[in-house]
């Protein structure tokens, strides 16, 4: 079974904007066109984009993306560049998760502290309780 443009649109969630600009940017040379000229998406296709989308909203550039395509477009010989790509990518979604964490954890500290202040009226609440800072 095929899709068009719009129905892949609909299944992933990306616009067909996105995906003619993905299709310019050299993301999806594996989509093939009909007599038309009009793209046909497969269901392999729309998992594809998946790892696309995946990649794009972790933060690789486009440019490392389209070399990762080119990985997979080239066959088995890529198999080790393309694990080490995926490894580091986890890599460095562990050091945004920890970074993340972090930062929840200040953030959850500032609502329990505006949250005794707004009860109280004010900040210099907590002058009185543990000298915290007041920003």
Avoid at 40 to 61: N, Y
Avoid at 74 to 92: E, H, N, P, V
Wanted: charge should be positive; aromatic fraction near 10%; glycine fraction near 8%.
């Amino acid at each position: 079974m095929t899709y068009t443009i719009g129905e892949i649109s609909k299944r992933t969630g990306l616009t067909i904007s996105q995906l003619r600009f993905y299709d310019k940017e050299g993301l999806m040379p594996y989509v093939k066109r009909n007599a038309s000229g009009n793209r046909e998406f497969t269901e392999s296709d729309a998992q594809f984009l998946g790892i696309i989308t995946c990649l794009k909203r972790s933060g690789v550039p486009l440019k490392r993306i389209r070399q990762f395509v080119g990985w997979v477009m080239q066959g088995d010989s890529t198999i080790d560049a393309r694990l080490d790509f995926m490894r580091d990518q986890k890599k460095y979604l562990e050091q945004q998760m920890d970074e993340l964490e972090e930062c929840m954890r200040v953030v959850k500290g500032k609502i329990e502290y505006y949250e005794i202040a707004a009860q109280a009226g004010t900040v210099a609440v907590h002058d009185q309780v543990n000298q915290k800072a007041a920003w």
